[in-house]
Nanobody
Framework: QVQLVESGGGLVQTGGSLRLSCVAS????????MGWFRQAPGKEREFVAA???????YYTDSVKGRFTISRDNAKNTVYLQMNSLKPEDTAVYYC??????????????????????WGQGTQVTVSS
């Protein structure tokens, strides 16, 4: 069983920055592929970014150049640095772990069903 706990959400103005953190339980965190997803009110949960065990990263087009995903295996933590935030980034952000396959291409890593553990989510609100 893996537990994921997100933190770092909040209210920020357009153009501001936030850094989300997700701490995972488990001794083999370094072997997990990790992802960040988000869900805005009335919309489906969507892919934001992912990082494989080797550090390969993937991003959805709308956040490229603004968001950065990273991981610190010594701290069992994955981060999402969000810069130049826009009102359309407002959503609940979820951290997810794939404990069965640690790599994958963009299509694989952006698919919700490939992740077997999810955090409870953290709210990000960007005011205009």
């Amino acid at each position: 069983q893996v537990q994921l706990v997100e933190s770092g959400g909040g209210l920020v103005q357009t153009g501001g920055s936030l850094r989300l953190s997700c701490v995972a339980s488990g001794r083999t965190f370094g072997r997990y592929a990790m992802g960040w997803f988000r869900q805005a009110p009335g919309k489906e949960r969507e892919f934001v970014a992912a990082i494989t065990w080797s550090g390969r990263t993937y991003y959805t087009d709308s956040v490229k150049g603004r968001f950065t995903i990273s991981r610190d295996n010594a701290k069992n933590t994955v981060y999402l640095q969000m810069n130049s935030l826009k009102p359309e980034d407002t959503a609940v952000y979820y951290c997810a772990a794939d404990t069965e396959y640690y790599s994958g291409d963009y299509h694989y890593r952006s698919t919700l069903s490939k992740y077997d553990y999810w955090g409870q989510g953290t709210q990000v609100t960007v005011s205009s």
